[in-house]
């Protein structure tokens, strides 16, 4: 019986040691599977196709060139959270493969500017990086009391080059509260990269709002 990848576990990559065929890991590997993980293990170039006329001439820069595109795919492409699994010679390679950029720690840093800011110039985006704050960890497991959408019509704007919220997810929070919705192209901080779009759609849905009730 198959078992559901649980959301808040990361996903796993395992690097083999020297010598060995993938299946070396299945009991590992099943295992992991079992308690909701995705396992996944990338060939390393110096261990498969030993038939292949180039194969004497494969190396560890080979093996981490391979992990580090499983790797930037998993992260960059399909947005994971991975955790790495080294074996033996397979630590080599991965201290190898694993480039800055993927670390976690530094992909959260930079998602200030690259993400918040992101359809800003690189410049005004640093800049408004660096004045960010930090905020009490507390607010994330507040549980909230009250629903106040329920009681009022809402518009909701969806900026549709958002990379901090994709447009999807604005797209069910707005379906989910029953708002209006209105679109614009900017990213996360329309207030910066379009502070004129974001004054005439509020002033436009205020005088919409104070027309309804002057009826």
Known sequence: MATEQIQDLPTLMLIQGSFQI???????????????????????????????????????????????????????????????????????????????????????????????????????????????????????????TRAAWKHFPSTYLITEGDEAVPPQYQQAFAQQIGAAVERCSSGHSPQLSQPEMLVRKIDDVSRAAMAAIER
């Not at 993927?102 to 640093?126: H, I, S």
Request: charged share 25%; glycine share 6%.
């Open 22 to 144: 993938p299946q070396v890991y299945d009991l590992l590997r099943q295992g992991l599977i079992a308690r909701g993980y995705t396992a996944v293990q990338p060939k390393l170039p110096s261990c498969s196709d030993t038939e292949n006329a180039d194969f004497p001439q494969r190396s560890l820069t080979d093996d981490a060139a391979a992990i580090h595109d499983d790797l930037s795919r998993l992260v960059n492409d399909e947005g994971k959270t991975v955790l790495v699994v080294m074996h033996s010679y397979g630590g080599l390679v991965g201290i190898e493969a694993i480039t800055e950029d993927l670390v976690y720690n530094n992909r959260q840093a930079k998602g200030g500017a690259e993400k918040l800011y992101d359809d800003l110039p690189a410049d005004e985006a640093t800049l408004w990086e660096s004045r960010l704050v930090a905020q009490s960890y507390r607010v994330q497991e507040t549980k909230l």
